[in-house]
């Protein structure tokens, strides 16, 4: 089992900056891929983007490409998300999510391939 705890929300003006980080406690070594996720009021969760644990490679969202940075320190079992150019429209509750089953790494845009998430942490960008 695999627990994830985000931390490093808050309130930023659009335009500004914030990182966020997940810590990954347990098995470890049953993640196949990790994610970051979130979900404005009344919207859906979607994809922000995610990393291949063993080959490291990281996919993006489109809307997020070129302002958002995924990086991990394997030293300390942590995932971060660094968001830059923010706008208003980034506003939501970021979640990080692992996959600790071998599901294709093209399924990784869905929600539905990770098995394991984070209780979220809030991003609010104000105009």
């Known amino acids: 089992q695999v627990q994830l705890v985000e931390s490093g929300g808050g309130l930023v003006q659009a335009g500004g900056s914030l990182g966020l980080s997940c810590v990954v406690s347990g098995r470890t070594v049953s993640i196949y891929h990790m994610g970051w996720f979130r979900q404005a009021p009344g919207k859906e969760r979607e994809f922000v983007g995610s990393?291949?644990?063993?080959?490291?490679?990281?996919s993006y969202a489109d809307v997020v490409k070129g302002r958002f940075t995924i990086s991990r320190d394997n030293a300390k079992n942590t995932m971060y998300l660094q968001m830059n150019s923010l706008k208003p429209e980034d506003t939501g509750l970021y979640y990080c999510?692992?996959?600790?089953?071998?599901?294709?790494?093209?399924?990784?845009?869905?929600?539905?391939?990770?098995?394991?998430w984070g209780q979220g942490t809030q991003v609010t960008v104000s105009s």
């Open positions: 990393i291949n644990k063993s080959s490291g490679y990281i």
């Open positions: 999510a692992a996959a600790t089953t071998p599901t294709p790494w093209g399924t990784m845009t869905a929600t539905e391939a990770y098995d394991s």
